[in-house]
C-alpha cells in the first residue's frame, strides 16, 4: 500500500482502503474493482486515464463518474479548419455499450462546476472592485481616499493601530506626488487622528478616521459579502435559544 494512500486513509475507521496500480492497465482496474465488490468507480485521475478507468468500469459492470473527459486531439491533416477528436468523443463512442448493459456513465461532471463558480464569483468582486476604485479616483477627495486607504489596510491587518505605510507607498496608492501624500497626512495629525512614525502610520483614532473617508471601502466590502457568501468559512454567530 503506498505511504500517500496510506496517510490519505487513515482516520476512515477501516472504511477505506488504498491499493496501487498501473493506471494505465485496464485489466488491472477491472480485477480491483471486482475482488473489491465495488457498486461505483469515481474517476479523478488526470484525463489522459480516462478512457482505461472508463473501459475497465464498463467491463466490471458498474456505475461510473468521472471529473474530466476522455482528451480531444487536432486533426491529423486539416488542424485549423476540421474538428478532430472533441472532449468526450472517445467516450460516446461507448455510449450504446452502456445502454445496452443497462449501466450509467457520468462523464466530466467536473471539478469544474464548483471550481469555476467560485472563480466567477472572484472575478465579480475583483470588477466590483476596480469599477468602485475608477468611480472613487473620479469623485473622491484626497483626504477621503487617504483615509480609506488607512481604514482598510487596518482591516488587513487585524484592526492593528500601526499600519506599516510610508508616505511614499500612501502616494503610490493614492496616485499622488508624495509630498501632497504628506500634506494630507499632516491634517489628519493637526486633527490628532493619527501620528506618524518612521514607516509607519499610527492610528489614533479610527472612528475619526473612518468618518473621514469615502464609503467606496463599505460598497466593496457589502458586495465581497453577497457574493462570496458561503466560499469561506463563517464563524456562524451565537444566538440565545
Ligand atoms: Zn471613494
Known amino acids: 500500500m503506498p505511504s500517500s494512500g496510506s496517510a490519505a486513509i487513515a ?25 473489491e465488490r465495488c457498486d461505483a ?15 475497465a468500469a464498463l467491463s466490471a459492470g458498474v456505475t461510473y463518474l468521472d471529473m ?21 468523443d472517445e467516450q460516446f463512442a461507448l455510449a450504446g455499450e452502456w445502454e445496452r448493459r443497462g449501466l450509467l456513465a457520468l462523464c466530466g461532471i467536473g471539478v469544474e462546476p464548483g471550481l469555476s463558480d467560485v472563480f466567477a464569483r472572484y472575478a465579480d468582486c475583483l470588477l466590483a472592485q476596480i469599477f468602485q476604485s475608477t468611480a472613487c479616483n473620479a469623485i473622491h477627495s484626497i483626504e477621503q481616499r487617504a483615509a480609506k486607504w488607512i481604514v482598510s489596510a487596518m482591516e488587513r491587518t487585524n484592526e492593528d493601530a500601526i499600519v506599516p505605510l510610508t508616505h ?17 497626512l499632516q491634517t489628519f495629525k493637526a486633527e490628532a487622528t493619527l501620528e506618524t512614525r518612521r514607516g509607519a502610520i499610527v492610528v489614533k483614532n479610527r472612528a475619526a478616521l473612518q468618518a473621514r473617508a469615502c464609503l467606496c471601502n463599505e460598497q466593496v466590502k457589502t458586495h465581497f459579502e453577497e ?15
Open 11 to 35: 482516520g476512515g475507521g477501516g472504511r477505506f482502503a488504498a491499493f496501487k496500480l498501473d493506471a494505465r492497465d485496464e485489466q488491472a482496474i477491472t480485477e480491483l474493482i471486482r475482488t
Open 41 to 55: 468507480v469515481l474517476n479523478a485521475l488526470d484525463p489522459r486515464f480516462v478512457m482505461p478507468v472508463f473501459r
Open 68 to 88: 474530466a473527459m476522455s482528451l480531444s486531439r487536432p486533426h491529423a491533416s486539416d488542424p485549423y479548419r476540421q474538428p478532430g477528436v472533441k472532449l468526450g
Open 168 to 184: 511614499e507607498q500612501l502616494a503610490t496608492l493614492l496616485g499622488v506626488g508624495r509630498s501632497y501624500a504628506s500634506r494630507v
Open 227 to 241: 457574493v462570496l457568501r458561503g466560499v469561506y468559512p463563517t464563524e456562524e454567530p451565537s444566538r440565545p435559544s
